[in-house]
C-alpha cells in the first residue's frame, strides 16, 4: 500500500480500501486520461476547514493537465538578444559569429628568436626597427613581424658572435638547418585562420566554452543569442534559517541551494535571491521591486519571480493579496492535485509572472514541477515537458477529484512510491527516480501510470516493446504449465 502524506493522513486513508480502485469498467489510456479530465473541476478544498472563510473567494481549481497546459500557454519565448561572453556558455546563438577582421589580425612570430631579412651572417638591430638586408632583431612568439621581417631564426638556432672589429653578429649554428631560416619559416601569417568576413560560429549552435573562446579571440564582447527566462527567487517566512541546526519552531531552509539550480535545469536562469518575512509590506515591496538587490542578481528585471510560502490563507500569507494589489492576473489558482495544490501562478502588469510555490518543501518542488517547468519552456522557446508511462509495482486507491505526484523508485523495472514522501519531507525525492502522475481514480498494480523525470534524474525507461520480446521457444510450453508468476510483484515493501 502506499505511503500516506503526513498531512491529510485521515482522509487519505478513508478514501482507500472502498473497492472502489476494480477499474474493469473504466480508464481507457492514461495519458489520454490526463488530457480527458473535466475542465474546471470544482474546489475540492473540503468545505468546512475554514479555509474560504473570511475572503469571499471562490474560484476553481485546474486539474493537473490543465494547469501544466495553462502554464505553458500564459508565456510567450523572449525574443533574442546580446549578452556578455562570460554568460552565453550553453545558449542558443542567434546571430553568426563573423570574423570582424582578418584572424590572425597581423602577421607574428611562431617562435622565440631574430625576425631576419634575407641571409645571414646579420646585424642586430633594436627590435621593432625596420630590417634591411641581413639585418635581424630580437622577437618573442606571438610578436608582430617587423617591417622587412622575411623569416624567424629560432634562438636555438642562433649564435650571437662578434665580427673581427668585434662588433655583434648573427650567425645559424646550434640546430639550425641548413637554409634555415626560408622566407616566412615560423611566421604566423595575417588572416591564416579566417579573413574577414568569413563565419567562424553558424546561429543556431548551442555555445560550448570553445566557442566563446573563439568569439573572444575575433574580438566579440556580446553575442546575440536566445532569449531565456531570468528568474528571481523571494523566499519567504520568519522562521526560516539558513546555517546550522534550526531550534523548535525554527525549519532550515530547503529552498536556497536547490531552487537555483532546479531553475538551470528547467531553462531559467538562476537571477539571485531575496528573504523577507511574514508581513505584508515586505511581501507588497518585494513583488512591487522590479530590479532588486540580492545575492547573485545581475541587477536585471526577472522574467519570472519565484516565491515560496504564503501560498495559504492565513493571516500571514500574503501572496494573493500583493499580487491583487500590483494588478496582477491570476493563471492558476490552486491545482487539484497533492501535494502542492496551493499553488500560483500570476501575470503582473509589467509583464512579470509570479510563480508561488507552497512553503512545504516537496509541495514546492511538485508545483514548480507542474506549473514551473511548463512557464520556463514556454518562455525559453521550449515545448511543454513530456509525460511518459511507468507500469506502477503497487495498486494505489482512488483519491477522487485529485491528482497525487509522488516519487517513485525503479524497482525491477517497475515504480514503486518511495517513502517518506509528506509534503514537509525531501527525502523520499531525494531518492527518487521520477514521479508518478496518479490519477483520481487510482493505479492498478502493472498498469501504467503517467510519470515524469527529474531534471536531475535518469530518463523515464522507454516501455518494454511487446514485437521485440523474445518468440516463446518449444520449451516454454513445459514450464507453461507450471504454476507461473500471476503477474507484477509489489516491490514496495524492499524500498527502506
Ligand atoms: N487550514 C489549512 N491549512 C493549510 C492548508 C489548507 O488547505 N488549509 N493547506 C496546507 C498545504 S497543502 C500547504 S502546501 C501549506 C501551504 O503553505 P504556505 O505556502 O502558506 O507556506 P507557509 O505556511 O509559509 O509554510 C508551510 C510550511 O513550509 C515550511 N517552509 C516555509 N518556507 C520554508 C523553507 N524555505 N524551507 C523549509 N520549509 C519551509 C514552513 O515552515 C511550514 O512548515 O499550507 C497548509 N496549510
Ligand atoms: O500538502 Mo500541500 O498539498 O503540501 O501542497
Partial sequence: ??????????????????????????????????????????DERQP????????????????WAEARQAAFDAATPIPPGPVPLDQAQGRRLEQDIVALQDMPHYASSAMDGWAVNGSGPWIPVEAGARLAPHQA???????????GGKGILRSESAVLAED???????????????????????VRKAGEEALEGDVLVAAGVTLNPAHLALAALAGYDELQVQGKPLVRLLLTGSEVVVHGLPAPGRVRDTFGHQLPAVVGMLGGIPGGQQRIGDSYDEWLAALEDVVPDGPGAPGLPADVVITTGGTGRSGTDHLRRAVAELGGRLVVDGVAMRPGHPVVLAELPDGRFVLGLPGNPL????????????????????????????????LIDPDPGRTRLMPF????????PAQHAGPGMMRGLAAADGVMVVPPHGVQLGEQVPAFALPW??????????????????RTSRTAAKPGPAGPVDWSALLG
Fill in 1 to 42: 500500500m502506499t505511503e500516506a502524506p503526513g498531512r491529510d493522513a485521515a482522509s487519505y486513508a478513508g478514501q482507500g480500501n472502498s473497492g472502489e480502485h476494480g477499474h474493469q469498467d473504466s480508464p481507457g489510456h492514461p495519458l489520454e486520461e490526463l488530457q480527458a479530465q473535466p475542465q474546471g473541476q470544482p
Fill in 48 to 63: 468546512g476547514t475554514g479555509e474560504e472563510q473570511g475572503h469571499g473567494h471562490h474560484h476553481l481549481a485546474h486539474t
Fill in 137 to 147: 632583431s630580437p622577437i618573442v612568439t606571438g610578436g608582430l613581424i617587423p617591417p
Fill in 164 to 186: 673581427e672589429d668585434g662588433l655583434p653578429v648573427l650567425e645559424t649554428g646550434g640546430t639550425a638547418r641548413p637554409g634555415e631560416p626560408r622566407n616566412g619559416q615560423h
Fill in 363 to 394: 509541495a514546492a518542488m511538485m508545483a514548480l514541477f507542474t506549473v514551473g517547468a511548463p512557464l520556463l519552456a514556454a518562455l525559453g522557446h521550449g515545448t511543454l515537458p513530456e509525460v511518459q508511462e511507468v507500469p506502477s509495482g503497487t
Fill in 409 to 416: 523508485r525503479l524497482v525491477y523495472g517497475m515504480a514503486s
Fill in 457 to 474: 534524474g535518469p530518463p523515464i525507461p522507454a516501455p518494454a516493446d511487446p514485437a521485440k520480446a523474445k518468440p516463446r521457444s518449444s
